[in-house]
């Protein structure tokens, strides 16, 4: 009877553990982690919406919207919003007159809007309080051609993206 339990035990044992491979991943520092990613989700030439609706997938990236978190990475679990404090977004790019902006706030908060040339001279600054998401349409018709960077930040965070100024068409 003894020698039965102790079977019994080894293959509760050896059972979960199998079941644990199976579920997790151990990260590089040792860390063990659900599985977020399967890969048979994804779907080369998958038609997503381009809506900048963002989420935080379980591998803590923050994607455009849930179609290409799923369909393009294979991501299985995602929260709405953003993973980091802070996050940025425009289209088009490059764009010759209206950027279609959309600044992201993890937390509701104040946040500062800079955009500038390559030559760090500036050509906007907006200061919004108190927000979550705001969308602001951007006249930058005046603006010469070339690039720019637009830099979204709190008072502890900051992102920075570049966009190209075309001629209007």
């Known amino acids: 009877m003894n020698?039965?339990?102790?079977?019994?035990?080894?293959?509760?044992?050896?059972?979960l553990q199998v079941?644990?491979?199976l579920l997790t991943t151990e990260k590089s520092d040792g860390q063990i982690v659900f599985r977020c990613i399967d890969s048979t989700y994804i779907r080369q030439g998958q038609a997503c919406p381009p809506e900048y609706e963002p989420?935080?997938?379980c591998d803590h990236k923050t994607?455009?919207?849930?179609?290409?978190a799923l369909?393009?990475?294979?991501?299985?679990?995602?929260?709405?919003g953003i993973c980091e404090p802070i996050g940025i977004d425009f289209y088009p790019n490059p764009v010759a007159t209206t950027l279609k902006f959309t600044v992201?706030?993890?937390d509701m908060g104040p946040v500062e809007i800079l955009i500038f040339n390559i030559y760090g001279i500036f050509y906007d600054r907006r200061y919004l309080n108190s927000?979550?998401?705001?969308?602001?349409?951007m006249?930058?018709?005046?603006?010469p051609f070339g690039l720019y960077y637009v830099v979204a930040r709190t008072s502890s965070n900051q992102v920075m993206k570049k966009f190209a100024k075309t001629a209007d068409y």
């Open 55 to 57: 989420v935080c997938g």
């Open 19 to 21: 079941l644990t491979l």
């Open 139 to 143: 006249d930058v018709s005046n603006f």
């Open 3 to 15: 020698l039965k339990i102790h079977k019994r035990t080894l293959f509760v044992l050896f059972f």
């Open 71 to 80: 369909y393009g990475q294979g991501i299985q679990t995602v929260t709405n």
């Open 63 to 68: 994607y455009r919207n849930q179609c290409i």
């Open 104 to 106: 992201v706030l993890h």
């Open 131 to 137: 927000v979550t998401t705001e969308h602001i349409d």
